[in-house]
């Protein structure tokens, strides 16, 4: 049976990409099949208007990707949580191929894969060109494929209950989706699906490849030996809002 799916999409001032976002849910889930809650964190832009265009349920929570997240998942109706940065766009097939995986009740949850995509003319313009983008996301693909943890960009996606059971994502400034991640993986079968979603490469192109890739290894590794995600947030740039891939 094709599960009903809660899209939350955690947003500060994202009208510039929320259109995407939300036509690409649009079309990858018929009608009946999808709740789209968007989660502001404090919007002084368009972002919470073009959300009531689209039929979204928009919540207000405290700013941060974790507490958005988790008060759309507290108004979820859904049997499936899917989890959406607001730069990022699902496949036309995603339901198809989360429904195949949620078929076994071992599987708990999971993830896409990554692929991200430069603006256009981005490498004309002395941007990022998509050959060191697509290596960016194969470092990724391979990361989950052998850690079994999805990171909030991958459209991370769980069982309402395991979720639930969970006690959601951390109140962390920073690595709740890491931490989250691990929780799942110990809870029960985690799957990477066959397809990607595609993020937008703003933040690499931003801050540039190897220093965004190389700090982005470091936090991480620290927090897996156990810094505090308060200690670590010291050393990241925020991003301009929770939903920006990076």
């Known amino acids: 049976m094709t599960p009903v799916v809660s899209v939350i999409v955690p947003v500060l001032n994202e009208a510039g990409v929320l259109e995407a976002t939300l036509g690409a849910v649009a079309a990858a889930f018929p009608e009946g099949a999808i709740e789209v809650i968007v989660a502001d964190g404090g919007s002084h832009d368009a972002s919470v208007a073009l959300a009531g265009r689209h039929a979204c349920q928009v919540v207000s929570a405290p700013r941060g990707r974790g507490p958005q997240m988790n008060a759309g998942a507290a108004l979820a109706r859904g049997d499936v949580l899917l989890f959406l940065h607001a730069d990022t766009l699902l496949p036309p097939d995603a339901l198809h191929h989360m429904s195949m995986a949620l078929e076994s009740p071992r599987v708990v949850g999971g993830g896409f894969r990554l692929s991200i995509a430069g603006g256009e003319g981005s490498s004309a313009r002395g941007g990022l060109g998509q050959g060191a983008l697509r290596m960016v996301a194969r470092g990724a693909n391979l990361r989950t494929r052998l850690t079994g943890v999805f990171y909030g960009d991958q459209g ?21 989706d890491v931490a989250f991640g691990r929780r799942l993986k110990r809870a029960g079968q985690v799957v990477l699906l066959p397809v990607a979603v595609t993020t937008s490469a703003r933040r690499w192109e931003r ?5 965004t890739t190389l700090r982005n290894w470091l936090l991480v590794s620290l927090f897996l030996l ?3 995600p308060t ?15 990076g």
């Open 207 to 211: 801050e540039g490849l190897v220093y």
């Open 156 to 176: 991370l996606f769980v069982r309402r209950e395991v979720f639930v059971r969970l006690g959601g994502f951390p109140p962390y400034p920073i690595m709740e």
């Open 231 to 245: 200690v670590l947030v010291r050393g990241y740039r925020p991003h301009p809002s929770p939903g920006e891939g």
């Open 226 to 228: 156990g810094v505090s």
